[in-house]
């Protein structure tokens, strides 16, 4: 099976900075693939926090995680400080993708990249719904 390769956008709409934790870290001594998906999660509650969203609220919507996928690039280690960039882009009638990069901010390494296939969700209806049009209109490009 080929392996995955994941094209970032060229403009991130959102940068902040995590530092890696000890429950992080898995036996081999380094970041866990599953950790990765913790800290992307962080990041994108941060990003929705900073346009008034959240999860449960994006213009009247909330969000449900669709699929994601992970790419490693090198290793990351306790206490390092990542800065994890964020994109939204490949809009869809009721989804879109969150893009993130996560780079070491004292050596510039990138660590990894991910994307989680957003999709939006009425969650007293219990069924999809489209995207909301202020949301597309921010930052679609």
Avoid: W
């Avoid at 970041?31 to 969203?53: C, I, M, P, T, W």
């Avoid at 999860?55 to 490693?72: K, Q, R």
């Avoid at 690039?73 to 882009?89: N, P, Q, R």
């Amino acid at each position: 099976m080929a392996r995955i390769k994941l094209e970032l956008p060229e403009h991130f709409h959102f940068s902040t900075e995590l530092t890696i934790r000890i429950s992080d870290i898995n036996y081999g001594g380094h970041l866990g693939n599953d950790a990765v998906l913790s800290l992307v999660h962080e990041a994108r509650v941060r990003f929705l926090k900073q346009y008034g969203y959240s999860e449960l609220n994006i213009e009247g919507t909330g969000i449900i995680m669709g699929d994601a996928a992970v790419v490693y690039k090198s290793e990351g280690y306790h206490g390092e400080t990542l800065i994890v960039d964020v994109a939204v882009g490949e809009f869809r009638n009721a989804g879109c993708d969150f893009f993130y990069r996560l780079t070491n901010k004292e050596t510039g390494n990138e660590i990894a990249r991910a994307k989680t296939g957003i999709v939006f969700y009425d969650y007293g209806l219990k069924k999809t719904a489209g995207v909301p049009a202020k949301f597309r209109e921010k930052f679609a490009a």
